[in-house]
DNA sequence: CAAAATAGAGAGCACTGCTCTTGACGAATG
DNA sequence: CATTCGTCAAGAGCAGTGCTCTCTATTTTG
């Protein structure tokens, strides 16, 4: 049935486009997006939209959703593009690649990783896109664990600590060990610090050289996490 | 003349009633905060609250500047009542004290360092008192390296971050090794990351024991900076 | 071709920030 | 003491928001 299908990839476009113009407004609104005006900018009545979109909070959901997989994308490629043996390559490059998709779409970083909105709960499928990001870096210590290029360093993790750390092991990454898990969570938590505050302004009129500034925090995670230099 | 005092009394009784019910508000509804509604608390019409209020950002500005004060009075007051040659214990404290703060006020802290509103400019007023944390954190440092307990470590920064962090030691702490800076940076930038994520949820299903692992975190900041661990 | 599904338009409800005008009250002054 | 004057609160109103409902025109389907 041809007719169905003409209907049905009209529609498909009309919710591209207004994902596409809603995206466009968040850069200017940022997370108070406002569906008449997306409506006026495509030239339709406000109701109509609903036509096409559930709830403003729906349209919300769903360009969080491409906007965890753009980020995941992009790191996964910069990580996969790395020689596998380089790890500080590896990390450097990863860390890269967040912040340089958080800079090309700092509507889209805000609404990920800013403040969540209070009435708002993430729904279930943002969760595993939202991991991509620290399972790919904690993939660089499984891999250099495993290849014999990483140092365990001692643990000296709490009981109860360990134990949390151990069963998120067990999960994504079986026989990690915990401290080396934690220094990757803080490589992580690093890494998500860095951003936010060269994105949300706390760098302005203090650091004129982000990328050079960015880079060496970075190392220096990599030096606290023992990620080996290169001769 | 007490007449016109008493009228200004009642005034800044009145400013202080409205900053306390946005507060409230704040809790529940973060950062889209609605004047009628706190009017409506306090039993006034909602024009009426502009006598005392001249615009919503204004008193979402004044929140941030009480806030911004708060964070800053809890952080210095648990490095001052530290002993000075304790670093790592100081270190600890002052982490503590902007967690425990976090905690008990997360809407606050959300308003300062969540996203940013698009509109919004943060005004001159609060960018000196945003400064409090991480100045306190820096001291620190200044302290142990002028008491001898600090070694400071190799500068490989390249030479424009390293123009950047001189500039920004001479403001503040005149003579500070830059490569000290950096680190001090980097615990800060790991603080705010540490807090943000235990606060939006990012810890959920996954660190049960949110006191020990994020002292642990805390510790591994330390350790990077090169803080002595007591015998 | 008739019936059913769909798209768009318009009106309307409850809410928001904010402005302007009007009436009332208290305080300072002639 | 009586009269201005400044302040306060209330109400109406404007432009905007999310969202729902109804009505009409068009398109797809049986």
Redesign the pocket.
């Known amino acids: 049935?041809p007719?169905?299908s003409?209907?049905a990839r009209v529609?498909a476009e009309?919710i591209d486009e207004i994902k596409a113009v809603a995206r466009r407004h968040l850069a200017t609104d940022g997370a108070n997006?406002?569906?008449?005006?997306v409506a006026r900018d495509m030239?339709?009545?406000?109701?109509?939209i609903?036509?096409?979109v559930p709830?403003?909070?729906d349209l919300l959901t769903a360009l969080i959703l491409e906007a965890y997989d753009g980020l995941g994308d992009a790191v996964e490629a910069a990580d996969g593009s790395t020689e596998r043996h380089d790890l500080r390559g590896r990390w450097h490059a990863v860390c890269r690649a967040a912040r340089d998709w958080a800079i090309t779409h700092p509507a889209e970083y805000a609404l990920l990783y800013g403040s969540p909105v209070p009435g708002y709960a993430a729904p279930e499928d943002t969760v595993l896109p939202a991991q991509r990001p620290p399972l790919t870096l904690v993939g660089i210590l499984r891999d250099g664990l495993a290849d014999g290029l990483l140092t365990v360093p001692a643990d000296d993790l709490p009981e109860p600590v360990h134990a949390d750390l151990a069963e998120l092991a067990d999960a994504f990454f079986p026989g990690l060990p915990t401290a080396l898990l934690a220094r990757g969570m803080a490589g992580w938590t690093q890494l998500f610090g860095l951003i936010s505050f060269e994105l949300f302004g706390r760098l302005n009129q203090t650091i004129a050289h982000r990328d050079g500034y960015f880079d060496h925090q970075v190392g220096l995670m990599a030096d606290l996490i023992g990620l080996p230099r290169p001769e």
């Open positions: 049935m007719a169905s003409i209907r529609r009309m997006l406002s569906l008449r005006a030239g339709m009545v406000s109701s109509a609903y036509r096409y709830s403003r909070d």
